[in-house]
T-cell receptor
Framework: DTAVSQTPKYLVTQMGNDKSIKCEQN?????MYWYKQDSKKFLKIMFS???????INETVPNRFSPKSPDKAHLNLHINSLELGDSAVYFC????????????FGDGTRLSIL | TQLLEQSPQFLSIQEGENLTVYCNSS?????LQWYRQEPGEGPVLLVT?????EVKKLKRLTFQFGDARKDSSLHITAAQPGDTGLYLC????????FGTGTSLTVIP
């Protein structure tokens, strides 16, 4: 069984559109994350949720809005997509906050035309 | 400048060679983790080091945490093509930070 699954795996869309990426974990973890990996493979945290509550919100444009309907799900909605949003977005989860090991999904490759 | 700097950024070696990857910071970390990421997949945890000076072995991989807990190294003995991937160090400092990454290619 896949531990952290995110959909879709690939997303190709036009500039200005709105899109969502879904993430689900079946590990029973309390904390979930969204990361952005750029073309240089640098992985940077965007958001962190603990038990459905936002605990980390890095300097991310407010066009990005995470939503956690329950602690097993963390979705990412992006409004008015821009060329610079092209990247691979990873969802991850961990048992708790801080130094716990993180389990990652396989990523969503977002390409803006 | 990133909080966790890795070197080298790229490494291409022949099968059977040894190599070392470094992860350095000016900040003290309570722990550091090493992940390996293969193309089209998310990072997968290899090891967590917690105590300054700690050495952990995972088959042909040896991980060391610096005495001052500001740096770590990953040594691979007799590299194999299956070791090919992006190696990332990471650690918590308020939030979780990942290193700049080392892309390793092992040529058969």
């Amino acid at each position: 069984d896949t531990a952290v699954s995110q959909t879709p795996k690939y997303l190709v869309t036009q500039m200005g559109n709105d899109k969502s990426i879904k993430c689900e974990q079946n590990l029973g973890h309390d904390t979930m994350y969204w990361y952005k990996q750029d073309s240089k493979k640098f992985l940077k945290i965007m958001f962190s949720y603990n038990n459905k509550e936002l605990i980390i919100n890095e300097t991310v444009p407010n066009r990005f809005s995470p939503k956690s309907p329950d602690k097993a799900h963390l979705n990412l909605h992006i409004n008015s997509l821009e060329l610079g949003d092209s990247a691979v977005y990873f969802c991850a989860s961990s048992p708790a906050v801080s130094n716990q090991p993180q389990h990652f999904g396989d990523g969503t490759r977002l390409s803006i035309l | 400048t990133q909080l966790l700097e890795q070197s080298p950024q790229f490494l291409s070696i022949q099968e059977g060679e040894n190599l070392t990857v470094y992860c350095n910071s000016s900040s003290v970390f309570s722990s550091l983790q090493w992940y390996r990421q293969e193309p089209g997949e998310g990072p997968v945890l290899l090891v967590t080091v917690v105590t300054g000076g700690e050495v952990k072995k995972l088959k042909r991989l040896t991980f060391q945490f610096g005495d001052a807990r500001k740096d770590s190294s990953l040594h691979i003995t007799a590299a194999q093509p299956g070791d090919t991937g992006l190696y990332l160090c990471a650690g918590p400092l308020g939030q979780f930070y990942f290193g700049t990454g080392t892309s390793l290619t092992v040529i058969p």
